[in-house]
């Protein structure tokens, strides 16, 4: 009977504790708002020098002790984002229970805070910090109101003087990818912020003017419709939105800094498989992995080098990334050939370590989808001299342990 009430007790203390506490769930609270368009807040916690934003727990959940305070708060690069309940750009929240918060001595629910007006696309800072051989460091992120800072997500290489990135830097999360808000919400542009006016992205990415630049190039109309009319150059993404957990971090990816042009048939077969299988691995460690993402060497077709426009916009010829288990000197890189033409496989520019390594896949030696070769981090440091220091590991990173 002792035992009985003891269990009791504890089954009431625990349901007490839940009581007391606040979550939001970011799959099912944030995705419904009023005018049905994902424009969920940031969600900030002041650490006592800094804030850093919020990350939900391995099932979803932004979760608050009672009394617990967070900031949430709707940013933008043009004129002022405010939430849509008190028309201000931030507000402090106080969990009171449940689904009850305390704002300005108000008692409000998620679903009256959970909108700004506008979605949240993302700031941009230049470092003016040399990277690589020809670029600077370019920081995508969230510029707080009040001089409460940056908060960086994205971190590019780039190069202005040929309007082409080098390389991106991002993190995936492990631990709560799984979990991740699914929207249709997106930009409805992506942004030219950093790129040099003497390039227009936005025209060139269209597929009656890359017809035109490859009529350009090549001479004819024939040849460039061999090309464009088999595929055409889409903007692939470095930090892709998939691998984020908030709508806003998501819509956050969408810059031309972000990209680099990549033929669409390969942007969507191996390229997208690696995104995945990536995702993947992270959640099946539960732990954080530093992804490196950018271009290599300037693609040639019939021996003519390739640009969207005459002033930059390279196409490379190889995308490559690499993934990084920080701490445990783990890491993995996969090599892919940009060009769905290719008569036969290229020469490899670093040893095939996929099969060993557990990443191997059945058409990853299909030229059309992307011709792709895994290989030791080390190995194509030594080839590729523009990947950062940071991104080396000396062990290989497997799949399937």
Not at 144 to 166: A, D, H, P, Q, V
Not at 258 to 266: E, G, H
Request: net charge positive; with cysteine.
């Amino acid at each position: 009977m002792k035992t009985f009430l003891l269990f009791i007790l504890v089954i009431l203390s625990i349901s007490r504790i839940i009581r007391c506490q606040c979550t939001i769930d970011i799959k099912t609270e944030l995705n419904r708002t009023a005018t049905g368009t994902v424009k969920e807040p940031l969600f900030l916690k002041y650490t006592g020098s800094e804030y850093r934003l919020m990350l939900p727990d391995s099932t979803g959940h932004l979760n608050f002790r009672q009394g617990e305070n967070a900031m949430v708060a709707c940013t933008s690069d043009q004129k002022p984002n405010t939430l849509t309940f008190n028309n201000k750009t931030s507000s402090t929240i106080f969990c009171l229970s449940g689904d009850s918060y305390n704002i300005n001595n108000m008692r409000y629910k998620v679903s009256d805070f959970n909108e700004c007006k506008s979605l949240i696309t993302g700031n941009t800072i230049n470092l003016n910090k040399k990277c690589a051989d020809q670029g600077s460091m370019i920081t995508i992120g969230f510029q707080l109101t009040e001089g409460r800072g940056f908060i960086t997500l994205i971190e590019i290489c780039y190069n202005k003087k040929r309007s082409s990135s080098i390389y991106a830097k991002h993190i995936v999360q492990g631990k709560i990818i799984k979990n991740k808000m699914i929207t249709n919400t997106r930009p409805s542009l992506f942004k030219k912020t950093e790129v040099p006016t003497k390039v227009n992205p936005q025209k060139s990415f269209t597929k009656s003017n890359q017809l035109k630049r490859f009529q350009q190039i090549f001479g004819d109309l024939e040849t460039a419709q061999e090309f464009i009319n088999k595929t055409y150059l889409a903007r692939g993404h470095l930090a892709p939105d998939a691998d984020f957990i908030f709508a806003s971090w998501q819509s956050s990816t969408y810059y031309y800094i972000n990209t680099v042009p990549q033929w669409q048939s390969i942007n969507n077969g191996n390229w997208k498989h690696i995104e995945s299988a990536i995702r993947s691995k992270a959640n099946q460690l539960k732990a954080d992995l530093e992804i490196y993402t950018g271009g290599f060497d300037v693609l040639k077709l019939k021996n003519k080098k390739i640009s969207m426009e005459n002033d930059g916009l390279d196409v490379p010829k190889w995308s490559w990334k690499i993934v990084k288990l920080p701490f445990e000197n783990l890491g993995i890189a996969f090599l892919t050939l940009n060009n769905p033409f290719a008569l036969s496989s290229p020469n490899a520019l670093c040893q095939d370590v996929c099969n060993e390594s557990g990443w191997n896949w059945k058409e990853r030696k299909s030229i059309s989808k992307g011709w792709t070769i895994c290989c030791r981090v080390s190995d194509l440091m030594r080839v590729i001299l523009d990947v950062p220091e940071e991104a080396w590991s000396e062990n290989i990173l497997r799949y399937n342990n």
